[in-house]
């Protein structure tokens, strides 16, 4: 049941579960937020302002230095003198939020502002004094007049405060949040254009795992417009020793006095621990689950880099999906996997010596196995984290059918877009190859990765290039031929060398392709995906997908169309 809380004017926020104190919030600039198992890795196994001159080294002594009650004495002896230039009027009031002394004197004095006894979002700033008290100067969050005609909204609180809490569901795509609380207090917004009356409601409720969720809505209190929206739940940057990608940056979410391996930059995503279990189901439909206990650590330094310790799988994990996420919002704009901004969860650990990753709709989660220790070792490799969540991508978009040729461009959608993701995280310690999974392969495997993508064929199973035959094969080898023309669109036939790893593609016709660049190669075959492709496209009708996917990003007749065109062919798709 919705709990709302009305604020009248000057009254104190006080809502349960966000973490910001009020003072932060108010000084804060208001920044935007935010089926069957498919997809199993293998087949078999505020404004700038001028920067304040340099603080010279102290010339005094302690003694000689003010304390803050002098410094806001001086401030306040400041603003009656310059209340014209700051914008202050009768109507208006000011209070110290900070006081900082330089080791030489010099003050400066942060102060928020109030319109008729309403906070003003954006109508905060600092006053420069010099070491004696003069004035130097002053930074505004805003320089807009602040003036309104009236402070009675048209807009009723509880009207306010049913439109955020419809917009934490919309968010968390979720109608059944539990305890959720809306509290509605008037403000007067000076940071979107001209100043206005506004609702700023925060919003608090339980995720159905019982995780907190929370959002602050800007409310126009005259048209009921949504103005703003943000998270407030506060973040934290920690590390993690990761299996394969050395010390990786992490968000969390703070809990108490320890951390989540939660990530509310980014969706919430999270990874959970699912302590060798399994999921139950039969027909499809599961009758139990294996659970997916959220990691949680004291310091916020996750993992030793050692498979020994539960948490480093969780470390590759949640950074796999951390960078997959950052690859499809910076490179092609989508907010999270089903592009709503909704973020997936991670299970690792899942089974005994489980050798396999695998994504699942029904869930929107990925699972990993920790590998047989003699084959694979833990899957949580970054190409396979791209991979699978790739998946979740495909079935949002083109849905391809996990079956025949289809099914092969599904799983080499997932290599594709997974190898860029790889690409575009950077990481020393995993540069980018075309080589599938070169990191979880252990002796035992027979050879140094699970596909290839320069030449397929090497795996021993996967198709090269197409003929009549190919959708007879697993989706894990038919997808050698996208993978082959992807590698060839991108690097070009023959020999090559990228981050350091050797590379031989051969044409089918013996022709030479020249390479786009894997730029060129992710935005077509993303357009191509999500314009074009449907859920029964073969090889056939991926080659003309691509083509008018090069035809729309670089014109009819490109260098690229030309250049997707000797590709397909050279895979033997004409």
């Known amino acids: 049941m919705r709990r709302i809380r009305q604020h009248a004017r000057g009254s104190r926020l006080t809502t349960a579960g966000i973490a910001a104190t009020t003072a932060a919030l108010l000084a804060a600039t208001l920044t935007p937020a935010t089926a069957a198992t498919t997809g199993d890795l293998t087949a078999t196994a505020p404004t700038a302002v001028p920067a304040v001159p340099a603080v010279p080294a102290a010339t005094a002594g302690a003694a000689d230095r003010p304390d803050r009650a002098t410094a806001i004495g001086n401030a306040a002896s400041a603003l009656a003198a310059h209340a014209a230039g700051l914008g202050l009027t009768a109507a208006q009031g000011t209070s110290v939020r900070d006081v900082v002394v330089d080791p030489d004197g010099t003050q400066h004095v942060r102060y928020d502002r109030t319109y008729r006894l309403l906070p003003v979002l954006g109508g905060d700033f600092v006053v420069h004094l010099a070491p004696d008290g003069t004035y130097r100067g002053a930074d505004r969050a805003t320089r807009g007049t602040v003036s309104l005609s009236t402070v009675t909204p048209a807009l009723p609180a509880p009207k306010a405060a049913d439109a955020a809490a419809d917009a934490l569901r919309a968010v968390h795509l979720d109608e059944t949040l539990k305890q959720l609380t809306a509290e509605p207090r008037l403000v007067v917004d000076a940071l979107h254009g001209a100043p206005r009356l506004a609702w700023r409601t925060d919003v608090a409720a339980l995720d159905a795992l019982g995780n907190p969720v929370a959002r602050a809505v800007l409310t126009d209190a005259a048209t009921g417009a ?231 064929s090497r795996d021993g199973s996967s198709a090269d290039y197409w003929s009549s035959t190919v959708a007879d094969l697993d989706v894990h080898y038919s997808s050698g031929v996208a993978n082959h023309f992807a590698f060839l669109l991108a690097e070009g036939s023959g020999t090559s060398t990228v981050n350091g790893v050797g590379y031989d593609s051969p044409s089918f016709d013996g022709s030479t392709v020249t390479g786009i660049g894997r730029d060129k190669l992710g935005s077509i075959w993303y357009r191509a995906l999500t314009v074009y492709m449907t859920s029964s496209t073969d090889y056939a009708g991926a080659r003309t997908a691509t083509l008018a996917a090069a035809r729309d990003l670089y014109g009819a007749g490109s260098t690229e169309q030309e250049a997707v065109a000797a590709a397909w062919s050279a895979v033997n798709v004409t």
């Open 226 to 456: 949504e103005i703003d929206a943000w998270d407030t739940l506060e973040s934290a940057t920690g590390d993690g020793r990761s299996l394969y990608g050395g010390t990786v940056p992490l968000e969390t979410t703070p809990s108490g006095s320890a951390y989540q391996l939660k990530d509310p930059t980014r969706g919430n995503t999270y990874t959970g621990d699912a302590a060798g279990r399994t999921d139950l189901c039969v027909l499809g439909i599961c009758v139990s689950r294996a659970p997916s206990t959220v990691f949680t650590d004291a310091d916020n330094h996750w993992g030793t880099g050692a498979a020994t310790d539960r948490a480093t799988a969780a470390v590759d994990a949640q950074y796999g999906t951390d960078m997959t996420w950052d690859y499809y919002q910076d490179v092609h704009g989508r907010n999270g996997i089903a592009g709503d901004g909704k973020g997936s969860y991670n299970r690792v650990h899942y089974g005994n010596g489980y050798n396999n990753a695998f994504w699942d709709d029904s869930c929107f989660c990925m699972t990993y196995g920790d590998g047989d220790g003699t084959q694979l070792g833990p899957l949580v490799s970054l190409d396979v984290a791209g991979h699978e969540m790739t998946h979740g991508v495909t079935s949002a978009t083109a849905n391809l059918a996990y079956s025949g040729e289809s099914g092969g461009l599904n799983e080499a959608t997932s290599d594709i877009l997974g190898t860029l993701v790889e690409f575009h995280a950077g990481n020393a310690s995993d540069p980018g190859d075309y080589l599938i999974g070169e990191k979880i392969v252990r002796s035992g495997f027979g050879r140094d990765a699970l596909r290839y993508m320069d030449r397929p």
